[in-house]
């Protein structure tokens, strides 16, 4: 599977959008981005996957470039509650694959 | 979304003894299922794959005698740590899929095990 990098730690102001980037730039034309977030001593929480459409969905918005070497998670209106580590992973299709982390990007929702 | 619950949510044991944490599919029937380890400050990582009714199959650097998984049947998945040791403790996450035609992974709340 192709690697991410993210930048390991972002502060957002309460209310405020938290945009997230990634960049996957070896990313292959049959890999998903996938983003899951982890509040501390919890497991992963999914919250928005896409091929090379922009999505959304209740929790947040998924931006992928056009190349697809890049993408951002958007929440719109950053809680206290959405402080968590955020991973991008990128995966082969739907087959029930494991996912492999990377260190992710810590985000701080500051009041 | 689909739930996947974790028994216990936290352990002590001595050093020396076993421990199992099971990880169960509420409300899914799950053909593979995930366990994953998560030391402080770092990433989850890859300990097994087990599918049901099938033998696990280990990441490189896992001890399959030390780290028993069992996948009796398609909504549980039970993980037993054998003799135990301080350098054993840690978080313990499964996840668990349906398998094909689904993308969403259901990860368990995690196992915190410690052990002295």
């Known amino acids: 599977d192709a690697k991410t990098t993210q930048p390991p730690s972002m502060d957002c102001a309460e209310g405020r959008a938290a945009n997230l980037p990634c960049n996957h730039s070896t990313i292959s034309g049959n890999e998903y981005v996938y983003w899951y977030r982890q509040i501390h001593s919890q497991g992963p929480q999914y919250i928005i996957h896409g091929l090379k459409n922009n999505e959304t969905n209740e929790m947040a918005s998924l931006i992928i470039t056009e190349d697809r070497k890049s993408s951002t998670l958007i929440l719109p209106h950053a809680t206290l509650r959405d402080t968590a580590v955020y991973y991008c992973?990128?995966?082969?299709?739907?087959?029930?694959?494991?996912?492999?982390f990377g260190p992710g990007t810590r985000l701080s929702v500051l009041p | 979304g689909a739930v996947v619950s974790q028994h216990p949510s936290w352990v002590i044991c001595k050093s020396g003894t076993s421990v199992k944490i099971e990880c169960r599919s509420l409300d899914f029937q799950a053909t593979t299922m995930f366990w994953y380890r998560q030391f402080p400050k770092q990433s989850l990582m890859l300990m097994a794959t087990?599918?049901?009714?099938?033998?696990?199959?280990?990441e490189q650097g896992v001890e399959k005698d030390k780290f028993l998984i069992n996948h009796a049947s398609l909504t549980l998945s039970t993980l037993t740590v054998t003799s135990a040791h301080p350098e054993d403790s840690s978080f313990y996450i499964c996840?668990?899929?349906?398998?094909?035609?689904?993308?969403?992974?259901?990860f368990g709340p995690g196992t915190r095990l410690t052990v002295l």
């Open positions: 992973i990128v995966r082969v299709g739907d087959y029930g694959q494991n996912f492999v």
């Open positions: 087990s599918n049901e009714g099938s033998k696990a199959t280990y």
């Open positions: 996840s668990a899929t349906t398998g094909q035609g689904k993308h969403e992974q259901f």
